[in-house]
């Protein structure tokens, strides 16, 4: 599997350009503390070189993620079984469940959501997607709770956007540790079929750059393969 | 006096002919017979009145062609013509039934699951859609197939009443629906046409322990299923896993599950009362449009019927590479075709065919 170590990743964030390059994937590390930050650490480096390198230690830190994970789906989705396959191809330990419980984080160190909303699959759940916000609220209430950090997928392109989907994505994707999502990054021409861009209109770029979370941007939804192996620093077997 | 008695008597006599003609153009109709030219992979032919006999000599009795293959395996079920007006289903399973050899387990194939709805198109969603479409063969030959209808005809079964109530699940529905075999499942032994098809299926199904159903389907250009994979919960990592092999080469898919709320359904119904693990696919039919008028239902370059039969069988090749994956060697099912199925892309389908 291709793709720069997640310390790259951090360099590139700084310059608050796209980081690196995996296969189907494309990163994009938002300024997590700006220009400022890039001015300060470069001070700390000439000052205080190991100052610098403990402030680099605490930023990959920031952006390893442990296993087990735990997936879900908010709004209820097909995603998120798109999602169990991504994660079992990457090598991910994970439990899949399609409307996760407060009891099901226990034991988990990472949550991974699936952010679209299926009327089918709220129907099939017997909630709106009022109910569906509320639950999700309380999942992610229990997670911070937990210290269990948070990933936001987002990986069924344009087809998976409209007003229910729109307001998961706008209401948990700002919560976020890490976003994935399936769509264009800005400024770069989208090939692959239209209705497969999740961020034709950039909205997981706005979210990302107001809230200073980290985002991948994928081509395929199997690009979120290699995401998932270098955020969790999963290791080839044999 | 005698005159107007031999008058009468001929008045008569013309009346009763015509009379008589009509009933028996009402009551001869059997089953339309399409142009389907079973190829090399076909072993058998069946009738779906062989698990109802029920339907033998009516409009909704259909053949259903069997392939083996040289390897034991499982049993896949193919539907096309659900909905006779969703062209690329029919012409997939045609194409399958002509062209395609199974070298593991079995494939059924039935072209026109709703024979009765395949005799006559109706105009549903587009009053401007045509009776019948051409298929030019690289020889030269023209041939002519059915453009049919979504729901059986009216004049197969009893009148629709205002609103059908699905009798296992008491969901009601428009009236016509009583006549959408999508609508009907799991049947009925003694119900109405549709309901006897949607019956006999299901004792198909039963009979033949099939492993894996896929009904073919299509949805307008820009309707909300278009170019969408349906299954059953039981199904939903086949399905997944398909679906992103498909994205790999370029051909986006949108995953969808059986709803619970919504029964009658192909998918919703045999998944949860069989053992087999049903899809449902969609392509986009131009012809669905109904803003587009006389529209061209082989050569739209937005769908051509060549790119939909593509990621049909292409579809159903990445399912059952799926599930010969997560459901084992036993109940796989390999299939092949003497082409390529992507050197169908933009192609005239006629040189496909046989």
Known sequence: MEGLPLRSNIHCNRRGEAAAVALHGKREMPMKHGRRTWGIAVLLILALGLAAVAQEEVQT??????????????????????????????????????????????????????????????????????????????????ARELEIRIIAMHIEGGSRRGPSSDLTITTFAPLADYLIVKGSMPDTEWTADEAANGNADGLFTTIAGENEIPIAYIEATLGAVDVLIELFDIQPEG | ???????????????????????????????????????????????????????????????????????????????????ANEIAGVMAATLFAERAVVTRGTVLVIPHANNSAARRNNGVFNATTPQWFELTRGSGEVRTFHYGDRRTQPEDQEPDSEVFVHEWSGLEFAGDEARNLNRNHPGDADGTLTAQISYALF????????????????????????????SHPRAVDIAAFAILDLEMEGLHLKQ????????????????????????????????????IENPDVVNDPRSPLSDRVYLQLRTIEAILTNHALLEGAATSIEIAFPFELSDLLGANLGVFLR
């Open chain 1, 61 to 142: 830190e920031s952006m390893t993620f442990t296993q087990p994970a735990l997936i879900t789906s908010i709004g209820q989705s097909a995603g998120a079984a798109q999602a169990r396959v991504v994660a079992l191809k990457a090598g991910l330990e994970a439990t899949y469940m399609q409307r996760a419980t407060l009891e099901d984080l226990e034991g988990s160190s990472t949550l991974i959501v699936v952010l679209g909303a299926s009327s089918k699959g709220l129907g099939a759940a017997g909630v709106d997607i009022d109910g569906e916000i509320t639950w999700a609220t309380e999942l992610f209430d229990k």
């Open chain 2, 1 to 83: 006096m005698t005159q107007r008695l031999r008058s009468a008597s001929a008045r008569i006599g013309a009346g009763f002919l015509i009379l008589f003609s009509v009933c028996m153009a009402v009551f001869a109709v059997g089953p339309t017979s399409h142009d389907v030219r079973p190829g090399y992979g076909v072993d058998d032919v069946c009738w779906l009145s062989d698990y109802l006999p029920a339907l033998k000599g009516t409009p909704g009795d259909t053949p259903i062609y069997v392939l083996r293959g040289g390897n034991p395996g499982g049993t896949l079920l193919l539907l096309g013509g659900t909905h």
């Open chain 2, 203 to 230: 004792a198909l199904v039963e009979q033949e322990s099939v492993d894996v159903l896929i009904d073919m389907h299509e949805s307008s250009l820009t309707g909300r299923l278009a170019n969408t994979l349906v």
């Open chain 2, 256 to 291: 969808e599950v059986s709803s619970d709320e919504f029964y009658g359904l192909s998918h919703r119904e045999f998944g949860d009362r069989t053992d087999a693990l049903p899809f449902l696919i969609e392509s986009a039919n131009p012809g669905q449009e109904a803003s």
